[in-house]
């Protein structure tokens, strides 16, 4: 069984920072990507940020020059940096992983940004 474990989520006010962690564990086999998408309010879930291997990196482009995706490959896991936070930020991280025996997504972890 797999399971990816979310963490780091929480109220933070705008301009703040929080970083999310995300770690894969269970069958995945070999990992090709992994990535954050959010859904905000009454939005459609949205890319945030991917890293394919260790340096292949796209950027959803409302947090270009905000937040920063990481991943340790001998742990499985991803993070995500997130700074210069604004209330539009505010939503549902979800962490996603792509590997060579299927695609897998979090339970979600919350961050809200708000005064």
């Known amino acids: 069984q797999v399971q990816l474990e979310e963490s780091g989520g929480g109220l933070v006010q705008p301009g703040g920072s929080l970083k999310l962690s995300c770690t894969a564990s269970?069958?995945?086999?070999?990992?090709?990507?992994m990535g954050w998408s959010r859904q905000g309010p009454g939005k459609q879930n949205i890319l945030v940020a991917r890293?394919?291997?260790?340096?292949?990196?796209i950027y959803g482009d409302s947090v270009k020059g905000r937040f920063t995706i990481s991943r340790d490959v001998a742990k499985s896991t991803v993070y995500l940096q997130m700074n210069s936070l604004k209330p539009e930020d505010t939503a549902l991280y979800y962490c996603?992983?792509?590997?060579?025996?299927?695609?897998?997504w979090g339970q979600g972890t919350q961050v809200t940004v708000s005064s």
């Open positions: 996603n992983v792509h590997g060579s025996l299927g695609d897998y």
């Open positions: 269970g069958k995945i086999g070999n990992i090709y990507a």
């Open positions: 890293i394919s291997g260790e340096s292949d990196i």
